[in-house]
Every structure is written in C-alpha cells, then in structure tokens.
C-alpha cells in the first residue's frame, strides 16, 4: 500500500482547524470527509493485489513475473505527493489574485490535508485501471464454461469493482455535498467522471475476449442441436424424435448454459449498481455546477 496515508496523519493542519477555518471564509467542504475511504479503498486494493495476481496467471499466456509487471507503479508514493503539491499551489490562484490572502492560505491547507488521501486514491484507481487495461491486451486462456459463468474472472472484477467503489467515496462527497468551492467541485467532478470512463475501458478488452468465448459456446451448442434435429427433420416420426429426444434436450441445455457466460468480469446486479451510481453521480454533477452559476 502506499505510505501516503500517514502523511496525511503528520500535516501541521489539524483537519477540525482548517474545516473551521474554511467555513468562516464561506467554505463548507469537510476535508476529512472522503480520506477514511480514499485510504481503506487503496489498502484493501494493494492486499488483494498478490491474490489476483496469481488469479491471473492461471488464465494468461504469462508467467507470474510478467503478471506482476501489469500492475507497475500501483504502489509509488512521488505521484500522489507532486499532485497534491500540484493542487495547493493551482486552486488557491483565484483567491490570491483577489487579494484575499487569508483565503487562499486555508483553501491550501485545506488541499493539503485532503490532496494526499484523495490523490493517493486517483493513484491507485489509474494505476489498477492501466493494469487492467494491460491484462486484456494479452492473449487469455479461457476456459469452456464448466460452471464459473466469469470464466475465472471473478476477482478481476471484483477488484475493478473495489476501486470504482474507492473513487467514488473519495470524490464523491465534494461534488454531492454543499460546497461551494467552484474548483473543488470542478476538480472533483473531473475525477468521477474520468475515473467512470476508465473503468469500462480498461475492461472492455476483457470484455470482447468473454463475448469471443460466449459466442463460440453458443455456435457449438447450436451446431449440436441442428445435428440432432437433422433426422426430425429428415423423418419426422414419433419412433425418430423419441430416439432423439436425450441428444435435443442435452444439446438444450448447453445453449442455456453458454447463454450464462458473463461478458463483464461481473455479474449483472454489480453491472447495474455502477449504472446507477454513474447516473446519480452525473445528475449531481449538473445540480452542483448549476447551483454554483447562480451563487447558491
């Protein structure tokens, strides 16, 4: 896991202090409101990492050190200290080209003491995001369904899932909650909505090899179907379809069988939660800046 989390417990501006400070110059965003999240959402994703990564070298045409290549960078502790960096110095402009000095200083420590938890997640999501993205490019070993209607990818998903799940409790409540703080909501609504596209486009190439696989499992059941209707067809008997009726019903069963594949990482009820929270998030997205327009 990244070291960052205990760098935010070391900043010299207490979290309590700067939410005070903050709201005395009309500022409402609680900086400590998304760091719980932001850091179990990256502890829990770098332990589970060496799990799926033996996941994933059952299933890839790569070896184990390969596998753990795909993930590179996932732990590095530079790139969320120079974004957060990046954050204090950037956001803080408007109020001190307005001459409100006092304000820019706590609109600092404010991103300083939120920056590292919240970048320390972004982090984490594009690299977890790129490694997947890297994962399908490979050539996957999957398997025939023999029941894993992931074909083996289950914790794949899962993990995708996890972060999806970090991000948005990360990012999520500066956008949903009443700040209003333009470039906090501005920053923050970047976040989810890249974070959102990433997500499906790291997987979609995992995505295009489960729908190779379903549908040659389909072709198959299909082709053995048409076999054993075939003398049905040719003789259509009472005395023919008795005969016939053990291989129609077998080949039955493996249509709807192959029709179960899964063609994400995930099952459909985890399909229709990311759905929704994307349209809850977008929705709050459009009130927030919209509130923002007109001074509310």
């Known amino acids: 896991m990244p070291t960052t989390g205990s760098s935010s417990q070391q900043t010299p501006f207490p979290s309590s202090t700067v939410c005070t400070a903050a709201r005395r ?78 304000a820019a200083l706590t609109q600092a420590a404010t991103w300083l003491v939120l920056g590292i938890p919240l970048w320390t997640a972004v982090w984490v999501y594009l690299m977890l995001q790129v490694g997947l993205n890297r994962l399908g490019r490979g050539q996957l070993r999957l398997e025939a369904y023999r029941g894993d209607r992931s074909l083996g990818l289950r914790p794949v998903g899962k993990l995708a899932f ?8 990360s990012a999520g409540p500066l956008v949903l909650t009443g700040s209003s703080d333009r470039p906090a909501v501005v920053v923050s609504s970047g976040v989810l909505v890249a974070g959102l596209g990433l997500f499906f486009l790291s997987l979609r190439r995992l995505n295009r090899q ?15 179907y048409r076999q054993a209707y075939q003398p049905i067809r040719d003789q259509p008997t009472l005395e023919v379809l008795q ?54």
Not at 54 to 62: A, F, L, P, S
Not at 163 to 168: C, I, N
Not at 212 to 219: I, N, S
């Open 162 to 169: 996890t972060g999806f799940w970090m991000l948005f409790g």
């Open 25 to 102: 110059h009309g500022r409402d965003q609680d900086p400590g409101y998304g760091s719980p999240a932001s850091l179990r959402g990256a502890a829990r994703i770098t332990d589970e990492l060496p799990a799926l990564q033996r996941t994933i070298t059952k299933v890839v045409e790569q070896n184990e050190p390969d596998v753990r290549r795909l993930f590179r960078g996932i732990d590095s502790t530079l790139a969320p200290l120079l974004l957060t960096a990046a954050t204090v110095i950037i956001l803080p402009v408007d109020e001190a080209l307005a001459g409100d000095r006092q």
């Open 210 to 224: 489960m729908v190779a696989v379903k549908q040659r499992e389909l072709e198959r059941a299909l082709d053995l």
């Open 243 to 296: 005969q016939k009726a053990g291989p129609l019903s077998a080949a039955e069963a493996l249509e709807k069988r192959a029709e179960r594949i899964q063609q994400w990482p995930f099952d459909e009820a985890t399909f229709a939660q990311v759905v929704t929270i994307a349209t809850s998030v977008a929705a709050g997205i459009i009130g927030r800046l919209i509130l923002i327009s007109v001074g509310l």
